[in-house]
């Protein structure tokens, strides 16, 4: 009985050491996007897979959710390709934007298919206006608008103003580390740590 108990313990607590490592981690390669020059440029392009991307000097909000993860070793391109490919109904492309199948250049980079993935692979937590409630290393999405979709991750930096924990985004500059986290209305709040971390 002791040994299984050391086991669950032991388990438990490489789980969470995992989970402190992964944070800091991601937090910083969210961070580094914020020192550089991105023009804000949605044109659909041909990219490679795996390990695609866009022209380093261009970008969404999608892609500084994507450069942050893939900094780390993580290809959300691939991850999300394969499972679209797999469970194509799953997520809103046909919905949103008629697509009736795959789009490796495209597809990982539309926030409704990140939230899908996050959602299916990650944990979805509650959406809240208490700020306590948003731990570093969370992927938040917005609707700006009421119509416009949008990506950030949280960080362990807190504005002395507000209390709130400080946001990297793109919302149509550059990635940007800033205190905008109930700017606009929330529609979604995911943590996912990929299986394979750490190396």
């Known amino acids: 009985m002791k040994t299984i108990l050391l086991g669950i313990f032991l388990s438990l607590y490489s ?3 995992i989970g402190e490592s992964f944070t800091a981690d991601i937090v910083s390669a969210a961070i580094k996007r914020t020192e550089y020059s991105v023009r804000y440029d949605g044109a659909y392009i041909a990219i490679p897979y795996p390990n695609g991307d866009v022209p380093a000097d261009t970008g969404v909000c999608t892609d500084v959710i994507i450069r942050s993860y893939r900094a780390l070793g993580t290809d959300l391109q691939k991850l999300v390709y394969e499972d679209m490919s797999a469970n194509f109904n799953a997520y ?6 008629g697509s ?6 495209i597809d990982h980079r539309r926030v409704p298919n990140l939230q899908t993935f996050f959602g299916r692979y990650g944990e979805s937590l509650a959406i809240s206006s208490e700020q306590q409630d948003y731990q570093a ?10 119509k416009l979709p949008h990506i950030g991750l949280v960080t362990d930096q807190i504005s002395s103003r507000t209390g709130n924990p400080l946001i990297v ?10 205190d905008m986290l109930f700017t606009y209305q929330i529609s979604g709040h995911y943590r996912f740590i990929p299986q394979h971390y750490p190396q």
């Not at 809103?92 to 934007?97: A, D, L, M, V």
């Open 137 to 146: 290393g969370d992927i938040v999405t917005w609707m700006i608008a009421g």
């Open 169 to 178: 985004h793109n919302v149509g500059e550059r990635p940007k580390l800033e």
């Open 92 to 97: 809103p492309s046909k919905r949103i934007w």
């Open 100 to 105: 009736s199948k795959t789009d490796k250049n």
């Open 15 to 17: 789980f969470m050491a």
